[in-house]
């Protein structure tokens, strides 16, 4: 019977991960595969040997003072495929963690598949030397970056994303309001704090001193997406006593149905584009992490919404910028000019555009992979 080893070290890749194990399946019917897993993978049957949630840090310096942590649940992988012998291996985005991994496994002599580029493009490009060594194939998601790595020597195929055939909400915007008792009467405006919680707790000061400016000048009925890694129960506990409502797992709604969402750089803002929702872009890390990135990133705007556009067309909010009176200045801004949401919205469909494949990137992805076993 044939093994994979998959691993996924933060929420999204779990999610990504997930969709390509169980289009796996339809190649390799009777594989075990085992890693690394989320609460999606496992529910699509991958058995856990490290538990994603346990891994989910942001920040430099975050990273090396869980180091000893980190370090307990790499050695545990690297048991697991010492003892499993898996055929192939697949590691999901997050090189911080999977590049150590990918050592272990190259000298065992297992073919490691790369799903989702590390985004060495903008920073620590010293990373390519090492994914070109190490790694059997790259999948990518965004277009630019096949032409990137297969310039530099990385056998790489272009999937499509992840999210531009699934990012769509699933019930009316009146049934979603209803079940969270609002009348559609006022502007609704979605949270997204961030799927992590270290990062959540980052920012949600912030945000809540935004959503308290901005009800004080319009009245307006705001919708906190958690995701599934952080839970809801994470966000209650922090915001007793306030009328933001919260739901879990259901982002795609809470930002469909939203006038404007209030968002942390990252996957959640990508899919946020894919919804056609304006948006106002924020994102805070720690002081150390922040002097380190100013001097190795190498990027003119920090939102991949704004990079695929080559343009500054969402609001960036970043570190001194992520204030409460900044974030609730934009989101005023937009919520007095219809003009400029609608200016927002045909740009963001642009972007949609950009990304959208013929073919979900999962089955793609399944599908070069099957070709280079």
Request: a positive charge; aromatic letters at 8%.
């Amino acid at each position: 019977m044939m093994k994979i080893l998959v691993s996924a070290a933060e929420a999204s890749a779990d999610r990504h991960a997930a969709e390509l194990v169980e289009r796996l399946r339809d190649c390799f019917p009777e594989a075990e595969f085992f890693g690394c897993a989320g609460p999606r993978m496992r529910a699509a049957g991958v058995r856990p040997v490290v538990r994603t949630e346990s891994l989910s840090i942001v920040g430099i310096f975050e990273v090396l003072l869980h180091a000893p942590r980190v370090y307990r649940l790499l050695f545990r992988m690297a048991g697991a495929v010492h003892r499993e012998r898996p055929d192939i291996a697949i590691v999901t985005d997050a090189p911080g963690f999977h590049i150590d991994l990918c050592r272990f496994l190259k000298r065992q002599g297992i073919p490691v598949f790369w799903y989702v580029a590390p985004q060495v493009w903008a920073w620590r490009k010293g990373r390519i030397r090492a994914i070109r060594r190490l790694v059997a194939h790259l999948l990518c998601i965004f277009p630019f970056e096949q032409k990137f790595f297969r310039d530099r020597g990385v056998p790489t195929t272009y999937v499509g994303h992840p999210f531009s055939r699934v990012t769509k909400t699933t019930k009316s915007r009146g049934e979603f309001l209803r079940e969270l008792g609002l009348s559609g009467e006022r502007p609704v405006i979605a949270l997204l704090p961030g799927s992590r919680r270290n990062e959540a707790a980052r920012h949600l000061p912030h945000l809540l001193g935004a959503v308290r400016q901005i009800s004080a000048c319009i009245p307006a009925d705001f919708v906190l997406a958690a995701s599934r890694t952080t839970g809801k129960a994470f966000f209650l506990q922090r915001i007793s006593g306030s009328s933001v409502h919260v739901v879990e797992d259901d982002l795609h709604n809470a930002v469909g149905h939203a006038d404007l969402a209030l968002v942390a750089s990252g996957t959640a803002a990508l899919e946020t584009a894919l919804l056609g929702t304006p948006m106002v872009v924020f994102y805070r890390i720690s002081f150390g992490t922040w002097l380190v990135a100013k001097m190795l990133v190498d990027v003119p705007f920090y939102s991949m919404v704004n990079l695929l556009a080559d343009r500054l067309i969402v609001p960036e909010l970043i570190q001194w910028d992520c204030t409460a009176d900044k974030i609730a200045g934009e989101a005023w801004r937009l919520l007095e000019n219809e003009d400029e949401r609608q200016r927002m919205r045909r740009e963001l469909s642009v972007i949609a555009e950009v990304l959208s494949g013929d073919r979900p990137a999962a089955e793609r992805a399944a599908e070069v992979i099957c070709d280079n076993i």
